[in-house]
C-alpha cells in the first residue's frame, strides 16, 4: 500500500512540477518531503489527508505521503515519537495522550503540538432495518463494529455503551469498509464509526439495503459528556441522509486538529498554517467537512499549539487561551 502510494505521489509531482504548480520551495532547515498520519482507507481521515497532501505539494512545494494507521491515539503516539510530521488527532485521544489518563495509562505524550483545527467528528452508528435495531439498549447482547483499534471510535463506542449500561456480546475492531461488508452478510449486527459529515459508508450501504440510523438520545450522551467533558452533543439534521429523511438523528461530537513534532521548524509550521486556511478550497474538493476549516475555531484547542501556529493566530488578531500559549 505504501510503496504504490510513494510511486502515485512522484507521478503527480511530476506533473506539478512539469506544469508549473508548484507555489513555494522548500527552505533551509524545511523538510523535504513529509509524512501525514491518517487512519484506514476509505475514511474521511485518508480522504482529507489526501486533499492536504495536495495542499502542501501545490501551495509549501513540500511533497507528502498519506500514511494509513490505526487514527487519532495511533496518531499521537506517532507524532510524539518523531515518527510522523503531521498527526491527525481527535480533542480527547491527543489530551488523554498529554495528560497521561485514559489509553495512555500514565505516560504523558507531550511533544505533538496543534497547529489548526479540522472539523468536528460525528459519532454514527446504523444497522440492517430488519434487525429491528432502533436504540442502544437494542444493541445489548449483539455484535457492533466499531472501527480499528487506535481510532476515536474504537476508544469511544465501548465507553458510551458501557456509561449508559449496554452490554454487547462481540465488539470487533475493523475498517468501515470491512465492517460493512460482514453487516452486509449477517455476520455483525451493527456498524459504527465517529467521522465528517457525511459518512460514505451510510450513503453507500442506502443504495442497496435499508438501515437504521442508531442515535445517541440527548440523556445517554448527558450521561456520557459529563465524564468526558472534551464531548458536545450533537444532531444530524432530519433528511442529512436517505435513512433519517423524516427524523433528526441525537448524537455527540468532538472536534479534528492537525499536529506536529514540537521541534518542527517554526516557520515551516507558519507558512503550512497560512497556506491550509488561504487555499483550504483544495481540501474542500477532496471532503466538504473541511468547509468547518476556520482560524476562529483554534480557541478549541485541548493542547498547546506550535509556535509557528501561534504566531499565525496572533497576527489575525484571534486571541488564545493561555494553556495553549504553554510550551
Not at 179 to 191: F, I, P, R, V
Not at 242 to 267: C, Q
Request: aromatic letters at 10%.
Amino acid at each position: 500500500m505504501k510503496k504504490v502510494a510513494v510511486i502515485v505521489l512522484v507521478l503527480f509531482g511530476m506533473v506539478l512540477l512539469s506544469s508549473g504548480m508548484v507555489q513555494a520551495q522548500a527552505k533551509p532547515g524545511w523538510p523535504k518531503s513529509v509524512t501525514i498520519g491518517a487512519a484506514p482507507v476509505g475514511g474521511t481521515y485518508y480522504i482529507w489527508g489526501g486533499g492536504f497532501a495536495r495542499l502542501l505539494y501545490e501551495k509549501v512545494g513540500i511533497p507528502g505521503n498519506v500514511e494509513v494507521t490505526g487514527g487519532p491515539v495511533h496518531n499521537t503516539q506517532l507524532v510524539d515519537a518523531g515518527k510522523l510530521d503531521f498527526g491527525m488527532v481527535t480533542s480527547a485521544p491527543v489530551y488523554e495522550g498529554w495528560t497521561g489518563e485514559g489509553w495512555a495509562k500514565g505516560k504523558k505524550h507531550q511533544n505533538p503540538r496543534v497547529i489548526f483545527p479540522m472539523y468536528a467528528t460525528w459519532f454514527q452508528m446504523y444497522a440492517a432495518k430488519k434487525t429491528g435495531i432502533k436504540s442502544l439498549s437494542d444493541l445489548n447482547g449483539k455484535s457492533i463494529g466499531v472501527g480499528p483499534v487506535g481510532g476515536t471510535p474504537a476508544t469511544y463506542w465501548p465507553k458510551i455503551l458501557e456509561i449508559n449500561g449496554v452490554k454487547p456480546a462481540r465488539i470487533v475492531n475493523a475498517s468501515s469498509a470491512d465492517l460493512n461488508s460482514q453487516l452486509k452478510d449477517g455476520m455483525l449486527d451493527a456498524n459504527s464509526q465517529s467521522v465528517g459529515l457525511p459518512w460514505v459508508t451510510v450513503t453507500e450501504i442506502e443504495t442497496t439495503h435499508e438501515i437504521n440510523l442508531i442515535p445517541i438520545s440527548k440523556t445517554e450522551a448527558e450521561k456520557f459528556i459529563a465524564k468526558y467533558p472534551l464531548f458536545a452533543p450533537g444532531t444530524i439534521p432530519a433528511g442529512y441522509y436517505k435513512s433519517n429523511k423524516d427524523y433528526p438523528v441525537d448524537t455527540i461530537t468532538i472536534w479534528n486538529f492537525m499536529t506536529v513534532h514540537k521541534d518542527a521548524p517554526a516557520d515551516f509550521v507558519y507558512e503550512v498554517v497560512k497556506k491550509t486556511f488561504e487555499n483550504v478550497d483544495i481540501i474542500i474538493a477532496a471532503h466538504p467537512s473541511a468547509k468547518e476549516t476556520k482560524a476562529e475555531f483554534i480557541v478549541s484547542s485541548p493542547i498547546p499549539l506550535h509556535p509557528g501556529a501561534i504566531k499565525y493566530y496572533q497576527e489575525k488578531g484571534i486571541k488564545l487561551p493561555e494553556k495553549l500559549l504553554a510550551q
